[in-house]
């Protein structure tokens, strides 16, 4: 019997998926999480043959729960399912090992299809990422700035993006207010950047938002 571990902020997509999932296989562990701190507690726990997760938890450094999952079960293959969409985190997340990337915008024959892939142990991209790098060969990845950035200041400077602020920030990262100062910081400096306008219109530019 299969086991699968779906987390997810919003018990509705933990729901759908389960559902989705029951009716399809039949006999199939569901198991939810809906944080970075739970999902890491059951997967110590439980040996999943799949783990299908949203980027964007609450209380979660997502590229950490990522690492720690990587190192306490290489193997794990992890499906993300997000509804971010923009190809440079696509990439970002593969070069971290998981096994596929859907967005939220799928069918539930397409979700179906992309379990399936990775459960007989291959990839499965959303055809729509592989357009967006065919399209992105416009910019050589030499030239993104954007690579010098490690992870975390990734991750935090998709928040940027947005107009967040550092406080809300480090409540969403679960990190202090001071830290994300230092990463901001060091992420304006790697860019070359003055001000959040500034690193939207690049941000732009390279079609990450």
Do not use: W
Not at 78 to 90: G, N
Not at 127 to 132: E, N, R
Not at 142 to 166: C, H, M, W
Request: proline share 2%; hydrophobic share 40%; with cysteine.
């Amino acid at each position: 019997m299969s086991k699968i571990l779906v987390v997810d902020g919003h018990s509705i997509v933990r729901s759908g998926i389960r559902l989705l999932l029951k009716d399809y296989y039949g006999g199939i562990q569901i198991d939810e999480a809906q944080n970075g701190s739970t999902a890491f507690r059951k997967s110590m726990d439980t040996d999943y043959d799949l783990v299908i997760m949203e980027i964007n938890l609450p209380n979660t450094d997502t590229f950490s729960l990522l690492e720690n999952l990587r190192r306490m079960a290489p193997a794990l293959p992890i499906l993300i399912f997000s509804t971010v969409v923009q190809y440079a985190f696509v990439k970002r997340y593969l070069q971290m090992g998981v096994k596929g990337y859907l967005s939220k915008q799928a069918e539930d024959r397409e979700i179906l299809l992309a379990v399936q892939t990775i459960l007989t142990g291959k990839k499965y991209i959303d055809q729509s990422f592989i357009d967006q790098a065919l399209e992105d060969r416009h910019v050589a990845d030499e030239l993104d700035p954007f690579k010098l950035l490690s992870n975390r200041e990734f991750e935090i400077a998709q928040y940027l993006f947005k107009g967040t602020s550092v406080s809300t920030i480090a409540d969403c990262l679960n990190i202090h207010t001071s830290t994300v100062g230092t990463h901001k910081a060091r992420i304006y400096d790697k860019l070359r950047v003055d001000n959040v306008i500034m690193l939207k219109d690049l941000a732009e530019l390279y079609r990450l938002i």
